[in-house]
């Protein structure tokens, strides 16, 4: 269990950036979940649950997430179920229980670039920017290869494009963490595929990407840019799945994910 030894809930951003930068120990709250299982040592705790950073708004071509949003408000949302075939829903629906996902945020999962994220996994499968107080708006893609200079997440801006989407998972049990999670988006006649939990952080499948979106589609094809995921992406072994495993499911969750997209 970590231990905080100040705890304080700043009235502004450039109070609790302050806050976070003034020294190596203080760290920003999320929904605690992750945190609570770490041996941290946290000098000052900041709360960002006065900052009014639990939303979701709707705009012309854009739908705004700010970080203090709990997974249970993405499931729920009307909006988000109505976009993309609902992926960003579906992607966290088997993650432990509704009362953990009434908890947990998505500054917290984002900001953490988790690689068993199921919600990085589905994000990444659409046009989607992170906006850091600091560090300003950049694509989330960009966001996740970068190194982790202190910086707090804001908001996830995901842009509303006419993109069908599909996620999918194979996890031993429904709490457990996936041990492979692939996303899949069509925009027009591009494809995207997103390979996350390998165990390592979700990365887009470019090559094999652009394979599905350049031949028909057909149980070869789908196969083959299976194959082309496997070169070029790395995959490995933890205590829930071997690499051979993880590399024999991609092309069945490839597919899963491609007949439901173009249903
Ligand atoms: C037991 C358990 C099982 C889980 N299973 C799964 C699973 O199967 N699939 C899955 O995808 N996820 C899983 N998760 C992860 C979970 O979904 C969340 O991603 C995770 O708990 C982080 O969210 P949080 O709000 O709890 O963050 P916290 O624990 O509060 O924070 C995590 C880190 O992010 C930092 N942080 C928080 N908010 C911000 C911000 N706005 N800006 C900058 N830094 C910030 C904190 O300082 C901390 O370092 C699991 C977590 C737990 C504890």
Not at 78 to 89: A, H, M, Q, R
């Amino acid at each position: 269990m970590f231990t905080i030894q100040h705890y304080v809930q700043p009235e502004t951003l450039e109070e609790a950036y302050q806050l976070l930068i003034a020294k190596r120990n203080n760290v920003i709250l999320g929904g605690c979940a992750f945190l609570k299982m770490s041996k941290k040592k946290i000098g000052t705790a900041i709360d960002l649950s006065k900052l009014q950073l639990d939303f979701i708004h709707e705009k012309e071509n854009t739908i705004e997430i700010g970080a203090m949003t709990t997974f249970r408000s993405l499931e729920t949302n009307p909006c988000l179920n109505e976009y993309f075939n609902g992926i960003i829903p579906k992607s966290i629906k088997n993650i432990i229980g509704v009362q953990f996902r009434n908890i947990v945020t998505i500054g917290g999962t984002v900001y953490s670039r988790y690689g068993f994220s199921d919600l990085i996994t589905a994000l990444l499968a659409l046009e989607v920017d992170v906006e850091l107080y600091h560090g300003g708006v950049v694509p989330l893609e960009v966001f996740l290869k970068n190194g982790g200079t202190k910086d707090i997440l804001v908001k996830v801006i995901v842009h509303k494009t006419n993109q069908s989407a599909s996620y999918q998972m194979m996890r031993n049990s429904i709490s457990d963490y996936p041990i492979l999670a692939v996303a899949v988006s069509k925009k027009e006649d591009d494809w995207k595929i997103v390979i996350g939990a390998r165990p390592r952080r979700a990365e887009i499948a470019v090559e094999a990407s652009k394979y599905l979106t350049q031949n028909n589609i057909d149980e070869t094809n789908i196969k083959q840019a299976a194959n082309i995921a496997m070169e070029e992406l790395a995959f490995g072994t933890n205590m829930r799945g071997q690499k051979n495993y993880r590399e024999a499911i991609i092309a069945p969750l490839l597919k899963r994910g491609i007949v439901e997209v173009l249903r």
